[in-house]
């Protein structure tokens, strides 16, 4: 078990080429507006992000929606603080546990209310209405009869159609720009693939619209990433009906209660896996790996170091950032750097032999410059660091005992790890 254990942190360890996480806004838990390093948050989940760069929060303990600017200041776009349900404007709206959230083209947010299954929208100039309320259950229809049983999060489309993981009815559903809600897959728990409404779901949470019409959803109960065509055909896209930790192809991949995700431009899809406390990135074809993440805390940084609690939101922006919501943390976090590939060239660019060894190791470099490199033990423990200059250096490792270590490899073209063994 201990090897199998080491061999996935390796080959986790392999896959975070120099993404850098930062904090971007967010301290301690609270409610507090202003610059990024001041500004309080209390358990956000939701985010999206406006074609602006303009980062909508849904900040659920404090039942309002927060908006960041560019420069990361955040500001109170509507709700008070109280919980509680009412229409207006600004900071005279209320808002009950607000979850998922969406925003338009045109700078429209788009809320939902988990508990009291409601659909609101807020207007760019901060103008908020209830475009759904109903008690729960289940019925399609004019969104003034239509039910909803704990909506929990919320995608729009080109055409401005709203898709929603409607996550107690094990569905999703959609409002057209005629206010009309239908059924688009699902109805009934379970865990299987087909077209409509012979689908099945377990409490699906998270939910994307990429570009070319393809759905993504985060099936949490299913611990899986399910893919619904124009057609309205669901495939299973990655993982399995049950919980763990695995990268690989799509069918032998494991997540642990995924709560949501993104698409980026490429059709990459991320997602945050929040009780593995990591962000997990699926290439086009179906390819699963570990972004970054390691264990549960709180650590901006690279590579292993790095650390949230609970990650459950996440948006990527136009410009290729991911960004964040760290919800036990109370914090919104950045992720920057080559999200979407492994750095090959690099790879290929620094040379580590000879490996294994029992003292002395050489790190070569072409055509690169290397700052600094350390030494990870498979718990994440550094072990040895030093600053280097040369194209060529030779490490002493004779100090260390006999196993699999990582090291890590700063250079001027970013960040990568090699395998190293001391026998």
């Not at 303009?54 to 509507?78: F, P, Q």
């Not at 404007?89 to 409601?118: C, H, K, M």
């Not at 065509?229 to 299973?236: A, H, L, N, Y």
Request: aromatic share 8%; hydrophobic share 40%; net charge negative.
């Amino acid at each position: 078990m201990k090897i199998i254990y080491l061999l996935f942190t390796f080959c986790y360890l392999l896959n975070t080429n120099a993404q850098t996480v930062t904090t971007f806004a967010g301290s301690t838990v609270g409610f507090n507006d202003g610059a990024a390093t001041i500004a309080k948050f209390n358990y956000p989940r939701g985010l999206a992000v406006a074609t602006d760069g303009t980062v909508y929060v849904a900040d659920t303990g404090n039942n309002c929606i927060r908006k960041i600017s560019v420069e990361g200041v955040v500001s109170t776009l509507a709700g008070n603080g109280i919980k509680g349900f009412a229409d207006g404007l600004g900071t005279s709206a209320q808002f009950s546990s607000p979850w998922g959230l969406a925003v338009a083209a045109d700078g429209t947010v788009y809320v939902t209310e988990i508990y009291d299954n409601r659909i609101r929208k807020i207007t760019a100039d901060g103008l908020v209405t209830t475009l759904s309320e109903s008690t729960f259950g289940f019925t399609d229809g004019l969104v003034s009869i239509a039910q909803f049983n704990q909506p929990a999060d919320l995608s729009i489309d080109a055409d401005g159609t709203l898709f929603i993981a409607d996550t107690y009815n094990n569905s999703i559903r959609k409002i057209t720009t005629d206010n009309m809600v239908t059924t688009l897959v699902g109805g009934t728990m379970g865990f299987g693939n087909g077209i409509g409404t012979s689908a099945r779901f377990h409490y699906p949470q998270g939910i994307s619209v990429a570009s070319d019409g393809t759905i993504f959803v985060v099936d949490t109960g299913n611990h899986s990433i399910r893919k619904i065509s124009v057609e309205g055909m669901v495939t299973t896209l990655a993982g399995q009906w049950f919980p763990g930790s695995a990268d690989g192809p799509g069918a032998s991949a494991l997540f642990k209660s995924p709560s949501d995700l993104t698409v980026a431009n490429d059709g990459t899809v991320f997602v945050a896996d929040h009780a593995n406390h990591r962000i997990r990135r699926i290439t086009v074809d179906g390819y699963v790996s570990t972004l970054i993440g390691n264990s549960e805390g709180f650590a901006d940084g690279q590579g292993i170091e790095v650390k949230f609690n609970d990650p459950q939101g996440i948006a990527v922006s136009s410009d290729g950032a991911l960004f964040i919501s760290d919800t036990y943390n109370h914090r919104i976090r950045k992720i920057t750097g080559n999200l979407a590939t492994a750095n090959f060239q690099l790879e290929n660019q620094v040379s580590v032999y000879p490996n294994p060894t029992s003292s002395l190791i050489n790190l070569e470099l072409d055509a690169v410059i290397a700052i600094k490199i350390t030494i990870f033990d498979m718990n994440g423990r550094a072990l040895q660091s030093k600053n280097i200059l040369d194209n060529k250096n030779t490490i002493d490792i004779s100090n260390l005992a006999n196993g699999i270590y990582l090291m890590q490899i700063t250079t001027s073209k970013g960040t990568i790890y090699k395998k190293i063994v001391k026998k």
